[in-house]
């Protein structure tokens, strides 16, 4: 069983920056890819990012330019990097990873995210 360990969520203002990271235990085997989701209030749960084990990303495009995703196969840890924060961009933000092409996926339990003055 995988266990998910999320941190680095938090209140900032627009324009500003937070770094999210998700440390994954419970499995000896490189993930298939790790990445995050985020979901608002009143809004279904949407893809931010993820990146696949050979190093290739996948973003949604409201976020192009302004995250960065990253991963440490050594520590099994997925960065999110989040520069010029907007006020659309609050919500909760869920890492999920994949240990095969196959599955299973796992969840982390989320952190909050608030852009606000």
């Known amino acids: 069983q995988v266990q998910l360990v999320e941190s680095g969520g938090g209140l900032v203002q627009p324009g500003g920056s937070l770094r999210l990271s998700c440390a994954a235990s419970g499995s000896s085997f490189s993930m298939y890819y790790m990445g995050w989701y985020r979901q608002a209030p009143g809004k279904q749960r949407e893809l931010v990012a993820r990146i696949f084990s050979g190093g290739s990303t996948n973003y949604a495009d409201s976020v192009k330019g302004r995250f960065t995703i990253s991963r440490d196969n050594a520590q099994s840890t997925v960065y999110l990097q989040m520069n010029s924060l907007k006020p659309e961009d609050t919500a909760v933000y869920y890492c999920?990873?994949?240990?095969?092409?196959?599955?299973?996926?796992?969840w982390g339990q989320g952190t909050q995210v608030t852009v606000s003055l």
């Open positions: 999920n990873v994949r240990r095969t092409m196959l599955g299973p996926d796992y």
